[in-house]
C-alpha cells in the first residue's frame, strides 16, 4: 500500500509563490505518471493542474502554464508544484496522484491553498 503526503499549502497574498512537496511512503515516483489536481470551493470535480510522466514529460492545465511547474526528486520520493504568480481563482484542495495500473491510483490526503486578493 502507498502512501502520499502532500505539505506545503497555506495562505498567501495574490501574486505570491507556494512550493507544494508530496512524499511517497516508496519508490514510486521514477516509474510512474504522477500528477497534481485540485479541488476548488464548490466543484465536485477535481481538476488536472500538472503531470510528470515516468520519462519526464510534462503538461500543464492552460490555467496555470508558465506560472507552475512541476518537478520530481527521486531520491527523495518526492515530488513537487512550484506555484507563482498565485491569483484568487488558484485557491483549492491540492491533491496528489500516482497511477500505477489503469485500475489502481493513489491519492494523498490534500492540502489546501488560499489566494486571498
Known amino acids: 500500500q502507498v502512501q502520499l503526503v502532500e505539505s506545503g499549502g497555506g495562505l498567501v497574498q495574490a501574486g505570491g509563490s507556494l512550493r507544494l512537496s508530496c512524499a511517497a511512503s516508496?519508490?514510486?515516483?521514477?516509474?510512474?505518471?504522477v500528477a497534481w489536481y485540485r479541488q476548488a470551493p464548490g466543484k465536485q470535480r477535481r481538476e488536472l493542474v500538472a503531470?510528470?510522466?515516468?520519462?519526464?514529460?510534462?503538461n500543464y492545465a492552460d490555467s496555470v502554464k508558465d506560472r507552475f511547474s512541476i518537478s520530481r526528486e527521486n531520491a527523495k520520493n518526492t515530488v513537487y508544484l512550484q506555484m507563482t504568480s498565485l491569483k484568487p481563482e488558484d485557491t483549492a484542495v491540492y491533491y496528489c496522484?500516482?497511477?500505477?495500473?489503469?485500475?489502481?491510483?493513489?491519492w494523498g490526503q490534500g492540502t489546501q491553498v488560499t489566494v486571498s486578493s
Open positions: 496522484n500516482v497511477r500505477v495500473a489503469s485500475y489502481l491510483q493513489y
Open positions: 516508496g519508490r514510486i515516483f521514477d516509474r510512474n505518471d
Open positions: 503531470a510528470i510522466s515516468s520519462g519526464g514529460s510534462r
